[in-house]
């Protein structure tokens, strides 16, 4: 059993039911993967709320965010001539692809960090041309009192990585996207390195390379260069089809602990953990062999996707990392781990204090 | 007819036959795509050169850059169990992506700038992990007595775009690597606008996008940020199936001047022009309908990849454009536009002097 994750008792925390839809006559058919911060002594998840208009027979539908800033549903006749199914999330009509479902970030907020209260109103919806199909899966890092936000934009112009700020959660500043198609799971480091800002993400292959684990330096946050590739899919292993960075690496005396997930053929999304280099980041130090956590419990290999189990946001206390992390695409759940449990027993990094 | 071109009557100025291969026992299989500018009183080319090991029967062949920086040859059976061929140029053994080809860069110079001479060496070789598969397509700029070179760099990571800059074509400097994959055909503009650089790429969709002609900026060539989409492809257009950009932008009083390409569902590949405004380069101010270059010679209809007139290099002297481009992915050619022409005919902008 290489799964070291202590679960939460009351899993999942949020449910699609404790969310109110934002548009009218819509459902919300999946509560997913949060960014994580702390925030005037309280836990903020910024949690993915994905939304659908209800089933319409003999069609299928796509909701997309119009000029005016509104949602409309574009509905298409479901003729296997044009239409092709990509996935559950995904169609094709007349070869344009687009999303069954459309997704906004909203905050929800706890004292004890395992209970939840869920904002009424979306926080940040898909704005402009690049966030038409709506914003994704946001990371949070938190820099000299200000709050980073990176998150997925999707459009007809393919899916990207955008930056926003906010000191208070009520103003908000939008940077534009920094890194262009294909890239999503971008985690920006929570501090400099030498005069540097870092930051992982995921930018995906088109015939050669694969969905691999890339790194970039700054020196505003805004624009980045200097590229590289820090870790590979590994064939036969759990994470041999494609690999993306999760929450914002965490800072240990032995290195910059990056929670990750990968999958496998099968599509089954577990976490697994990277070490690199304290000072020089672009280097890895250690990576699990096995996963830190599979998808074990029902909430977790059943639901709208089920067998995954996805993070892009943790808090820490001492040596006490909670984890945050979609469920099936559908829950938000939390477990806690063991920082030095990862290190010497994932990640085999002989610490001072091994027994 | 849109086709604009007055070609040059010793079409084509480069051919394989005229260039000694790299690598003992290898054939050069395609001179192509090259990067134009002007250093002391010459016309340099840049050019991408293919070479391939000999055909084995039984066999398909990859030639990579080892760590040491010395071209080996992979072989693999030739077995239906293991080998996919994906075209002339690409194949996958067992999942994973090869070329069966290997790109370096080299000069070729001129004087009238019809005539040209190749060197017997390459200028620059595939080097580092991003680059083991070679490289390919450089387009050059000149800014303030430096040449910058964007390149696109292949390996089994993907294709990347990486920068290399140079003052005297002797020393070089590398700058890594400038946009992740997948991106290639990068176009830098030559000069700033308002304290920004700004380069013209490009990104290929996943699953959901295109491949789209980008824009970005930068504040020191080497970090980039604002990425912004300018144009898409058209559906039943020449310009159907995939646009990139070309050659580096050209200053006009009306704006800036891109030649770019498209192709279509039968995978041909012809120029048209963009005029992107001059202050503000996010802003396309006019596209050409139709081609301003079409593939209609025999050496642009026939060879190692038919039906394919590409640019990435070009030179101008007043109103006259003299354009290098590569035809058939095997010959590197040369044509001469109007600019005025393509202003007037093909992007319908009403020049002072329209007559």
């Not at 509104?70 to 009509?93: G, N």
């Not at 960090?113 to 009424?120: A, L, S």
């Not at 906010?166 to 501090?191: L, M, S, V």
Request: net charge negative; charged share 20%; with cysteine.
């Amino acid at each position: 059993m290489t799964d070291i994750a202590k679960r939460f008792a009351n899993n999942p925390i949020i449910s699609p039911n404790d969310i109110n839809p934002s548009i009218d006559g819509f459902d919300v058919i999946g509560v997913l993967n949060p960014g994580a911060f702390r925030f005037n002594n309280q836990i903020g998840l910024l949690i993915r709320v994905a939304e659908a208009p209800p089933v319409l027979d003999g069609f299928v539908q796509a909701p997309v965010i119009d000029r005016d800033n509104t949602v409309k549903t574009l509905k298409f006749p479901d003729d296997p001539q044009f239409l092709t199914l990509k996935e559950s999330r995904l169609f094709s009509y007349n070869g344009k692809t687009y999303l069954t479902s459309i997704s906004h970030l909203r905050l929800a907020w706890s004292e004890d960090e395992i209970h939840f209260k869920v904002e009424k109103e979306p926080l940040l919806m898909g704005n402009g041309q690049y966030e038409s199909f709506g914003i994704e899966d946001c990371r949070v890092i938190n820099i000299d009192d200000i709050f980073y936000l990176t998150y997925t934009a999707v459009s007809e112009k393919g899916f990207c990585v955008g930056l926003i700020s906010t000191k208070d959660w009520y103003n908000f500043e939008r940077w534009g996207i920094i890194f262009p198609p294909p890239n999503k799971n971008t985690a920006i480091f929570p501090c400099k390195i030498d005069d540097y800002y870092y930051a992982l993400h995921r930018p995906s292959g088109v015939v050669i390379g694969g969905n691999y684990i890339w790194i970039a330096k700054s020196i505003d946050l805004k624009h980045w260069g200097n590229y590289e590739c820090i870790a590979v899919t590994r064939p036969g292993k759990w994470d041999s089809c494609g690999i993306g960075p999760g929450a914002p690496p965490i800072k240990t005396e032995y290195g910059w602990l990056e929670i990750y997930h990968g999958t496998d053929k099968n599509n089954r999304y577990c976490l697994g953990a990277l070490l690199l280099d304290l000072k020089n980041p672009f280097k890895v130090v250690a990576r699990s062999e096995e996963p830190i956590m599979e998808p074990t419990m029902s909430y977790e290999t059943e639901g709208f996707f089920g067998n995954v189990v996805f993070t892009n946001g943790c808090v820490y206390d001492g040596d006490i990392l909670t984890v945050y992390y979609g469920a099936s695409d559908e829950y938000i759940c939390g477990a806690k781990f063991s920082i030095k449990e990862i290190l010497t027993e994932s990640l085999k990094v002989p610490t001072t204090n091994h027994r």
